[in-house]
């Protein structure tokens, strides 16, 4: 599966729009990209998934260029509850999620 | 619909002995994977059961041993623990297979070895 790179923490502000970015340039054709959100002492929580472009749901975006070797996680007016670690993962059918350290983002009042 | 569940919540151990970790899946999978997740680190695959199999597995040894029972539930056996078997263990459930199927996590066991 491709590596991925994800800046290892990031800090905002309530109400900001948060976008983190992650970077995996040798994605295979038939990857998908897959979020995924952990809070303290919690499993992880699937967030969103996409293939290309965009792709919007109840709580996130997911922003997907057309050479797909990076992607955008977009959170709308972010409140403290979001304070957590997120994971970008290339995923496919049959194989093993493959998790790595994660964006730390912490939501500052 | 009860989510994934997990037991028991916290576990202490010393090293040598023998530990057994369960997990009921969420309502309707059938499929349950297994992951440790050490501190400060993203968790990492131990294998996964489908039909009362184990189906793939991680790069982790043979005292780190499973079972899926007829109802779905898993068990995660590790034997002969380590101070490195130290971590959060968790369980994650799916319908079908892994991959693209986005995976529902319990809250872990937190096992500590002493």
């Known amino acids: 599966l491709a590596k991925t790179t994800q800046p290892i923490s990031m800090d905002s502000y309530e109400g900001q729009e948060v976008n983190i970015t992650c970077s995996h340039n040798?994605?295979?054709?038939?990857?998908?990209i897959t979020w995924y959100q952990q809070f303290p002492s919690q499993g992880p929580r699937f967030i969103i998934q996409?293939?290309?472009t965009k792709v919007t749901n109840e709580v996130a975006s997911l922003f997907i260029p057309a050479d797909r070797k990076s992607s955008t996680l977009s959170l709308p007016r972010v409140s403290l509850s979001d304070t957590a670690v997120y994971y970008c993962?290339?995923?496919?059918?049959?194989?093993?999620?493959?998790f790595g350290k994660g964006t730390r983002l912490s939501v500052i009042a | 619909d009860a989510g994934v569940t997990q037991s028991p919540t916290h576990l202490i151990k010393t090293r040598g002995q023998q530990v057994t970790l369960r997990c009921s899946p969420k309502?309707?999978?059938?499929?349950v994977s297994w992951y440790q997740q050490a501190l400060g680190q993203g968790p990492q695959f131990i294998f996964q059961?489908?039909?009362?199999?184990?189906?793939q597995r991680g790069n982790f040894p043979d005292r780190f041993s499973g079972h899926q029972f007829p109802n779905y539930s898993s068990e995660l056996n590790v034997n002969a623990l380590l101070l490195g078997d130290s971590a959060l263990y968790l369980c994650?459930?799916?319908?079908?297979?892994?991959?693209?199927?986005?995976?529902?996590f319990g809250d872990g066991t937190r096992l500590s070895i002493l």
């Open positions: 994650a459930s799916s319908l079908g297979g892994m991959g693209n199927q986005p995976q529902h």
């Open positions: 040798n994605i295979a054709t038939n990857d998908y």
């Open positions: 996409g293939y290309k």
């Open positions: 993962l290339p995923s496919k059918e049959n194989t093993p999620l493959v």
């Open positions: 309502s309707g999978h059938d499929t």
């Open positions: 059961y489908y039909e009362e199999e184990e189906r």
